[in-house]
């Protein structure tokens, strides 16, 4: 059905503008197969995560499912065909009810992002290594495109925290155990991911590389990594909330340890976090933990009521982290620029 207004132009209801984008989507080579993949997985029994791949002449990349949120992210192998890309995304979108969609490229890409719809929400100092990632986003709202871009839209309003923090001094009587091992990582985080917002990030993680435990009491306390061993970098994930000012000191620490091994074994040069803006203890674990406020994702995760939140990006460079002895600092980055990022728009 067309319905016509006075003054308006035609618009194509529901139905109608389905078919039309149906349509589309078929015309992109090998749509029909990709957005087929998994689907007897699909139909067998509900996951959190699905991985899609597509790859043509001109087009390669590697699309993340987070059906918990409802979210894709996109990993990009080749430059142009930005307008193809997105829609491959809008098909994909309306398909697994997407709410968002969102990839992290170098800044000379923000621009061609930008011309199909995206938006600049935050930077990750020293993603690749040695240049900064920004993450580039596009929402949907009832399987269409939000229109406007996103910084039109209202943004929760996040705490605020002062621009130095004291030192963190080592705890009393505080054990920190390193675990590695993938059986004991992945029954933990199957016992406590919903508490924690915990969803992986890093393409090829299904779990956490490592992690951190320490004791409080008849308390576990855990914080845990997602390496990247190709570009240097870590997400740090808080899956154990502290509820007394002991344990909030606790897991500062173990963050600080943590942060400590992941340069001194594992060559990382730089970590980053991510906490619901309505979070702020683990906000203000992050920042007494030296990270800094790099942007605000709109609308990035679900609740358990399906209402969306913002989150706050958290990140840290590992170059000026002193070592818990005083021992001569590595020199592990070289070749990495000294300027800090910044958002501008």
Same mark, same amino acid.
Request: charged share 30%.
């Given at each position: 059905?067309?319905?016509?207004?006075?003054?308006?132009?035609?618009?194509?209801?529901? !139905?109608?503008?389905?078919?039309?984008?149906? #349509?589309?989507?078929?015309?992109?080579?090998?749509?029909?197969?990709?957005?087929?993949?998994?689907?007897?997985?699909?139909?067998?029994? +509900?996951?959190?995560?699905?991985?899609?791949?597509?790859?043509? +002449?001109?087009?390669?990349?590697?699309?993340?499912?987070?059906?918990?949120?409802?979210?894709?992210?996109?990993?990009?192998?080749?430059?142009?065909?930005?307008?193809?890309?997105?829609?491959?995304?809008?098909?994909?979108?309306?398909?697994?009810?997407?709410?968002?969609?969102?990839?992290?490229?170098?800044?000379?890409? %923000?621009?061609?992002?930008?011309?199909?719809?995206?938006?600049?929400?935050?930077?990750? +100092?020293?993603?690749?290594?040695?240049?900064?990632?920004?993450?580039?986003?596009?929402?949907?709202?009832?399987?269409?495109?939000? %229109?406007?871009?996103?910084?039109?839209?209202?943004?929760?309003?996040?705490?605020?925290?002062?621009?130095?923090?004291?030192?963190?001094?080592?705890? #009393?009587?505080?054990?920190?155990?390193?675990?590695?091992?993938?059986?004991?990582?992945?029954?933990?985080?199957?016992?406590?991911?919903?508490? !924690?917002?915990?969803?992986?990030?890093?393409?090829? !993680?299904?779990?956490?590389?490592?992690?951190?435990?320490?004791?409080?009491?008849?308390?576990?306390?855990?914080?845990?990594?997602?390496?990247?061993?190709?570009?240097?970098?870590?997400?740090?994930?808080?899956? %154990?909330?502290?509820?007394?000012?002991?344990?909030?000191?606790?897991?500062?620490?173990?963050?600080?340890?943590?942060?400590?091994?992941?340069?001194?074994?594992?060559?990382?040069?730089?970590?980053?976090?991510?906490?619901?803006?309505?979070?702020? %203890?683990?906000?203000?674990?992050?920042?007494?933990?030296?990270?800094?406020?790099?942007?605000?994702?709109?609308?990035?995760?679900?609740?358990?009521?399906?209402?969306?939140?913002?989150?706050?990006?958290?990140?840290?460079?590992?170059?000026?982290?002193?070592?818990?002895?005083?021992?001569?600092? +590595?020199?592990? !980055?070289?070749?990495?620029?000294?300027?800090?990022?910044?958002?501008?728009?």
């Amino acid at each position: 059905m067309i319905s016509k207004k006075p003054g308006k132009v035609k618009k194509l209801g529901g !139905a109608k503008r389905r078919k039309q984008q149906a #349509r589309k989507s078929q015309a992109i080579p090998g749509m029909k197969e990709l957005i087929q993949q998994n689907e007897d997985q699909r139909k067998d029994r +509900p996951y959190l995560y699905e991985r899609l791949h597509y790859k043509s +002449p001109d087009i390669d990349m590697t699309l993340l499912i987070d059906h918990t949120n409802k979210t894709m992210r996109v990993i990009d192998y080749r430059m142009q065909q930005y307008k193809r890309k997105c829609q491959i995304f809008d098909t994909i979108a309306r398909l697994r009810g997407l709410r968002k969609v969102y990839t992290l490229v170098e800044k000379q890409d %923000t621009s061609s992002w930008r011309t199909v719809g995206f938006s600049k929400e935050a930077v990750v +100092p020293l993603y690749f290594r040695t240049a900064d990632a920004y993450v580039m986003s596009r929402l949907y709202e009832d399987g269409e495109p939000v %229109t406007g871009g996103i910084a039109k839209l209202a943004h929760e309003k996040r705490p605020e925290f002062d621009e130095d923090p004291p030192s963190i001094s080592e705890p #009393r009587g505080i054990k920190v155990t390193f675990i590695d091992e993938p059986e004991d990582l992945q029954d933990l985080i199957d016992e406590a991911w919903q508490d !924690a917002h915990y969803t992986t990030f890093i393409k090829d !993680a299904s779990q956490p590389h490592i992690g951190v435990r320490a004791s409080s009491g008849r308390k576990k306390l855990w914080v845990t990594a997602e390496i990247n061993d190709a570009f240097g970098h870590a997400k740090i994930d808080i899956l %154990t909330l502290p509820s007394t000012e002991r344990e909030h000191h606790f897991t500062s620490w173990m963050i600080m340890e943590l942060m400590r091994e992941l340069r001194e074994t594992y060559g990382v040069v730089s970590v980053f976090a991510l906490a619901r803006v309505d979070d702020t %203890t683990r906000s203000e674990i992050l920042h007494s933990a030296g990270f800094r406020v790099m942007g605000q994702l709109v609308r990035h995760v679900l609740d358990g009521k399906e209402h969306p939140h913002d989150v706050i990006v958290w990140g840290r460079k590992l170059q000026d982290l002193a070592p818990q002895e005083e021992e001569e600092l +590595p020199d592990l !980055a070289d070749d990495i620029s000294a300027e800090d990022s910044d958002i501008t728009e």
